[in-house]
């Protein structure tokens, strides 16, 4: 039987990433403004202002997606409810440990990797797991926020890594 799962962590629109998007547009009319009365070089500036403020506001709205496919998980980053990009798989098999963010398992854990990933949405206030994986030659840490679903499905597959409490 297959096991599979999708979990979508979503965030709200940021007061930052509505002020970026009506400067965007404010930018962009001033700069037609200026091509009208004849200043191209006003029109150049403005204009690579804008398309500097759209690029930036994509990593203002981002979201991430948790897909859990018979003991692979698939982890996407969602911006602006458009572009999905895969940030990381991996199997839970390869999982050292995967518990709770502040536990005594992760306090106790020793070796520790530097590499630390974070994937959960800056103002995400639930709870936090950390997963320390073995990737190839190197071991990274990330931070994510599976929910009670994933957790359960990945204890079948490895049950000796995953620290629920």
Same mark, same amino acid.
């Given at each position: 039987m297959d096991n599979f799962y999708e979990q979508l962590l979503t965030? &709200?629109?940021?007061?930052?990433?509505k002020v970026a998007n009506v400067l965007m547009y404010l930018i962009v009319i001033l700069g037609v403004a200026g091509l009208i009365i004849g200043k191209f070089s006003l029109f150049i500036i403005f204009e690579l202002i804008a398309v500097g403020i759209f690029f930036f506001k994509k990593n203002l709205f981002i979201e991430y997606e948790y897909i859990f496919t018979n003991g692979e998980i698939d982890i996407d980053k969602i911006f602006e409810m458009?572009?999905? %990009?895969?940030?990381? #798989?991996? #199997? *839970?098999? @390869?999982?050292?440990?995967?518990a709770k963010d502040n536990s005594q398992y992760i306090k106790d854990?020793?070796? &520790? =990797?530097?590499? *630390?990933? #974070? +994937?959960? =949405?800056?103002?995400?206030?639930? /709870?936090?797991? *950390? !997963?320390? +994986?073995? %990737?190839?030659? /190197?071991?990274?840490?990330? &931070?994510? !926020? =599976? @929910? /009670? %679903?994933?957790? #359960? +499905?990945?204890?079948?597959?490895? =049950?000796? !890594?995953? &620290? %629920?409490?």
């Open positions: 965030t &709200k629109k940021h007061f930052a990433y458009k572009k999905r %990009k895969r940030i990381i #798989n991996f #199997n *839970v098999k @390869d999982a050292q440990i995967i854990f020793v070796n &520790k =990797p530097n590499k *630390v990933i #974070n +994937l959960y =949405p800056p103002n995400y206030n639930g /709870e936090i797991f *950390v !997963a320390i +994986l073995n %990737k190839g030659a /190197e071991t990274i840490m990330i &931070k994510f !926020a =599976p @929910d /009670e %679903k994933i957790l #359960n +499905l990945a204890f079948k597959y490895n =049950p000796r !890594a995953i &620290k %629920k409490s």
